[in-house]
Each structure stands twice: as C-alpha cells, then as structure tokens.
C-alpha cells in the first residue's frame, strides 16, 4: 500500500522567512496530493492540492511542487506570517480508491 | 458548505466501555472516513464507506467496528474501549468521484480518553 513520509516533524522560522516542507511517496499510482493546515484544537482544513498532470501550483504565498518521477512533493510558503503557525499535513490519494494516506505531519512556528 | 458534524467533542470513558462515535454529513455525500490522530502519527484511516451499508477496512481496523444505516450518518464503534484508543478522533467525507479524488470535509473531532 501507499507509505507517505514528511520531513522535518518542526519547523521553525522568523516572521517573514520561507518554509519548505517535503513529503514522498511509495505508490506510482497516486495520482493526487492535497496538503492541509490544522491549526490547535481546529480541524484539518484543505489549503492547496495538486495533481499528477500538474507540475506545479500557486496560490498567493502558498505553493506545492510535485516531482512524479522522483515521487515526492513540498510545500512553499513565502512571507511566513506568526497566523501561519499550525500543524501541516501531507497526502497522496489513488483516484480508483479516494484512500488518503497522510504523512505524519509539520509543526511549523513562525516566530515574530 | 459542506458540514461535517461529530456528536461530541469530548469523551471520557472506562477500559470495557462500549463507545460510539457518531458522524453526520449533510451534503448528500457518499463516501466517508474515520481517523485517528495521534502525535508523530498524523491521520490513520480506521474504516471508510463508500455507500449505505457498506464498508471496508483501513490501516488500522483491528478493535474498532462501523455502522452506516443512513447515508448522512457514519458511526465508529469501539467494542471495548482500551487505554490505547485514547485519541484524537477525526470524521471527513469527500464529495462523491467524478473526475478524481477531492478534498476531504473534515469534522471537528472527538478527544477520546479511555481510563
């Protein structure tokens, strides 16, 4: 089955830095990767997703970047705000199967 | 907007304990999910439905069971409740496939702690 890894488990930045978190994966079927911020006692909520036709996609600070090939996908986040300070999570989804397996998920803090 | 409800927030229960967790989606939808979240663990999919009545195993099946009667409603049920199912528990449904997978509509989750 699909094993997702994520790296670094905590990421530390200054207020206006960028944050880079990188996830792989081990299925060469997934074909679709969503990534989600929860923040503390929040709900997981989607914030940027790509598919496998896509090689890249942006939307305002956030960025998501997939290497199909080398089977592994990251996250950009420009001009880190202290709002951006949450748990974030990785996913690669098989179509066929709408199976999610999440990484093990980002403690980002981004530090005034 | 796709509403995701879990019946409780939180939840304190003794080892043995019968425990349901109960899931309500209101967008017609046919797929939902159960995860757990723990530290270090992220999101592990307990069980998932893809219809009424219907029902297939995830990663981590093994002590827990499920019902779906309705198609708004998916409920996880823990036989009897052990200390390590004390958790974070997560209820999500996606809209139904058409051209692919989607996003995952996540409920607010229920801090399960078995004593």
């Known amino acids: 089955g699909e094993n997702v890894e994520q790296h670094p488990s905590t990421l530390s930045v200054q207020e206006g830095d960028s944050a880079v978190i990188k996830c792989t994966y081990s299925d060469s079927a997934s074909n679709y990767f969503p990534w989600y911020k929860q923040e503390l006692g929040k709900r997981p909520q989607l914030i940027i997703d790509?598919?496998?036709?896509?090689g890249e996609k942006k939307d305002q600070r956030i960025a998501v970047t997939l290497n199909k090939t080398a089977k592994h996908f990251s996250l950009h986040i420009t001009e880190t705000q202290p709002e951006d300070s949450a748990v974030y999570f990785c996913?690669?989804?098989?179509?066929?199967?709408?199976?999610?397996?999440f990484g093990p998920g980002t403690r980002l803090s981004v530090l005034p | 907007d796709v509403k995701v409800t879990q019946s409780s927030r939180y939840l304190v229960k003794r080892t043995g304990e019968k425990v349901f967790l109960e899931c309500v989606q209101d967008m017609d939808h046919e797929n939902m999910f159960w995860y757990r979240q723990d530290p270090g663990l992220g999101l592990r999919l307990i069980y998932f439905s893809y219809d009424v009545k219907m029902k297939e195993k995830g990663d981590i099946p093994e002590g827990y069971s499920v019902s779906r009667e309705k198609k708004e409603r998916f409920s996880l049920i823990l036989e009897s409740a052990s200390t390590n199912q004390t958790s974070m528990y997560l209820c999500?449904?996606?809209?139904?496939?058409?051209?692919?997978?989607?996003?995952?509509?996540f409920g607010p989750g229920t801090r399960l702690t078995v004593l």
């Open positions: 996913a690669a989804v098989v179509s066929y199967g709408q199976n999610f397996v």
């Open positions: 999500a449904s996606p809209p139904s496939v058409g051209s692919g997978p989607n996003e995952q509509f």
């Open positions: 790509i598919r496998s036709n896509v």
